[in-house]
Nanobody, 124 residues
Framework: QVQLVESGGGSVQAGGSLRLSCATS???????MAWFRQAPGKEREGVAVHYMAGATYYTDSVKGRFTVSRDHAKKTLYLEMNSLKPEDTAMYYCAADLRGSDGKWYLSRGYGYWGQGTQVTVSS
């Protein structure tokens, strides 16, 4: 049984940093794992993905500021967020799936397992 539990969210001022963690159980190294976010009134957005082989991709708005990483020994996915902006405010979710993504890692329908989310609030 796959379980994903996010932590590390909080409130910071613009320019600050946070590190989100997603502790997993039932997830092997073969799973594709990603971070999504959803702001009130907006659709869920793919933020970053970590593939089995180690490749990572990011949505344009976070490139150069966010870094996704994975510790297989600790069975944890991370999202290091620097230079945070008010527009980064959202509920952040981690997601996992074994299926291929056909390059469209940013589509939420491509993930069968989700965590409960952790709130990130960035004030100006």
């Amino acid at each position: 049984q796959v379980q994903l539990v996010e932590s590390g969210g909080g409130s910071v001022q613009a320019g600050g940093s946070l590190r989100l963690s997603c502790a997993t159980s039932g997830v092997t190294a073969y799973y594709r794992m990603a971070w999504f976010r959803q702001a009130p009134g907006k659709e869920r957005e793919g933020v970053a993905v970590h593939y089995m082989a180690g490749a990572t991709y990011y949505t344009d708005s976070v490139k150069g500021r966010f870094t996704v990483s994975r510790d297989h020994a600790k069975k944890t996915l991370y999202l290091e967020m620097n230079s945070l902006k008010p527009e980064d405010t959202a509920m952040y979710y981690c997601a996992a799936d074994l299926r291929g993504s056909d390059g469209k890692w940013y589509l939420s329908r491509g993930y069968g397992y989700w965590g409960q989310g952790t709130q990130v609030t960035v004030s100006s």
